[in-house]
């Protein structure tokens, strides 16, 4: 079955708006991030993923702490992902808590959120370190691409392990209609065949949801998929471990 990997970034979200992580207070703030955590595994989820951000507008290194520690007693179980630019602080974090999968994701000034993959002409000195470190310790290294050949070859000749196809286009498609969203799937398929010839593992993800997951799910060789937003929109009316406990389901879904 396809992993599903909670995004819990938006609880961080919450947090903040109240709490601010740099405010001077003996009080951890609310919503938890860990007792999310607990929520998402209770419910059946085997993935967390978290996304810091250099200017700590949602998830702070103290979360990723504390996710990697809740995650700690049931690691053959649950991946933990951590997502982010390649900046020396956030190496530094991933190298302390040693999650199971690092995925590298570009940032551009100003960005609310991830608005496009690696471009297929990105120096291999830029990521080939620290790929190859975070390899040596143990760390799969993920790459965030757009599903095109050229990004994929980019991908496998930089030594990445797996490729997460940002999943924005398709998603924006399938919302005009299903059968703008079913000519979208495409170059997904393309995409995921070359890389899986190429030996590498095939993630997915951003604006995935309950609507356009049933289709997306046939990708062949998919792996993993990647969902917050949406899904922790839904956990507003609907609660946390029932929304987990649906996505799960179409997942499973033969």
Known sequence: MVRLSVNVNKIATLRNSRTPPDATSDHPGVPSIARAVDVCLA?????????????????????????????APVRDQVEFNIEGDPRPDLLALVHEVVPHQLTLVPVRPGEVTSEAGWPADTPHQQ????????????????????????????????????????????????????????????????AAELAHT?????????????????????????????????????????????????????????
């Open 198 to 254: 190429l030996g590498l593992g095939i993630n997915a993800g951003h604006d995935l949801d309950l609507a356009n997951l049933p289709r997306f799910r046939t990708l062949p060789h998919l792996d993993e998929v990647s969902i917050g937003h949406a899904l922790l929109a839904e956990a507003v009316f609907d609660g946390l471990d029932a929304v987990v406990r649906r996505y799960l389901d179409v997942l499973a879904r033969d």
């Open 43 to 71: 419910a059946g989820a085997r993935g967390i993923t978290v996304h810091p951000r250099e200017d700590q507008r949602h998830v702070t290194p103290g979360d990723v702490r504390a996710v990697a520690e809740r995650i």
């Open 127 to 190: 990521l080939g370190a620290v790929i190859e470190d975070a390899k040596a310790a143990g760390i799969r290294v993920s790459v965030f691409v757009e599903p095109r050949a050229e990004a994929i070859r980019w991908a496998a000749g930089i030594g990445a392990d797996r490729v997460e196809l940002y999943t924005e286009p398709y998603a924006m498609a399938f919302r005009r209609s299903e059968t703008e969203g079913a000519r979208a799937m495409a170059p997904y398929v393309e």
